[in-house]
């Protein structure tokens, strides 16, 4: 573990998002309201959809993980960011470091494999009605979401386990304003070519496996939309169909762009902003995206 054996690694320094005092106290207010926002609406569609016997489906369940993984991804990164935008002192701890880099990257990768989970549960509610109930079982959803949560652990356990083998040679200053795991690979000055190839290759699989599933599934559901007789089935699958096809290209587009883009093309703003939008927006989106379009979620919020 060659980290651990840098004694000179004890703290990393993010550079943030800004420098400039007064644009840091703007950015502050703005992240912190929508970092609120994200927290609200998420908490209320895990209650409503709990609170609601209506709501007690394996859509509705699958998408209160979804909302409990945006809580959690949103609360790794965002409290540490706002402290560092009113703070002088934007060190962080290696300890620290390490594990809000663990804690986002198996966050980021279970909502990759939920959100193929859910498309999959949207084909069969779909394209097989008559059997919906026999495949997607409460006990198969229960062991669905435990597997998706375990395998996003170990995942992470394993990247983490990777950058322990590059050298970083004294370097601490993360330009961004959380560890993410490009970024803190950046900082190394040997063996980081072979790191950099294995989780490149990993990324691949993680997200371009799903997002292909994702597709497939989606233009069968398409096709066997365009087959129904039923006005109103037809417009309902529709809607939640679209609202699922909005936050996977939301999310799996920012995860792309901040992990499967070539190294050369990296610049330091571009990646803050993605790391913005997939730890910000994505879990503020979520929520609204969903509720707005689903008749069902805001019938069950009124109650709540």
Not at 20 to 48: E, K
Not at 62 to 91: E, G, H, Q, W
Request: proline share 3%.
């Amino acid at each position: 573990m060659a980290w651990k054996n840098d004694t000179s690694i004890k703290e990393f320094i993010l550079l943030g998002l800004s420098t400039i005092p007064n644009v840091q106290n703007v950015l502050f207010v703005i992240f912190l309201v929508m970092y609120l926002v994200t927290i609200i609406a998420n908490s209320l569609i895990i209650l409503a959809t709990v609170m609601d016997s209506r709501l007690h489906t394996p859509m509705y369940f699958f998408l209160r993980n979804l909302s409990f993984v945006d809580i959690c991804y949103s609360s790794t990164s965002v409290p540490r960011m706002l402290r560092d935008l009113v703070s002088a002192n934007k060190t962080i701890s290696y300890e620290e470091c390490i594990a809000q880099m663990c804690i986002v990257l198996s966050l980021g990768i279970t909502e990759c494999i939920l959100l193929a989970v859910m498309a999959y549960d949207r084909y069969i509610a779909i394209c097989y009605p008559l059997h919906y109930t026999t495949i997607i079982t409460p006990i198969t959803c229960i062991m669905t979401a435990v597997g998706v949560w375990v395998f996003g652990f170990l995942a992470s356990i394993f990247h983490v386990m990777l950058t322990w083998i590059v050298d970083l040679c004294g370097h601490n200053t993360i330009n961004h304003f959380m560890c993410e795991l490009p970024e803190v690979l950046s900082l190394g000055c040997r063996k980081v070519t072979i790191v950099k190839s294995m989780i490149f290759v990993f990324s691949i699989v993680i997200l371009i496996i799903p997002i292909n599933f994702i597709i497939i599934t989606f233009i069968k559901i398409i096709r066997a939309i365009f087959k129904m007789s039923a006005s109103e089935g037809r417009k309902k699958a529709i809607s939640t169909s679209a609202s699922h096809i909005i936050v996977v290209t939301l999310f799996y587009g920012s995860a792309m762009a901040a992990y499967l883009k070539p190294q050369s093309e990296s610049a330091a703003d571009t990646d803050k902003f993605i790391g913005i939008f997939y730890t910000i927006v994505t879990p503020l989106l979520n929520p609204l995206v969903y509720t707005l379009r689903n008749k069902e979620v805001k019938s069950a919020l009124k109650f709540c």
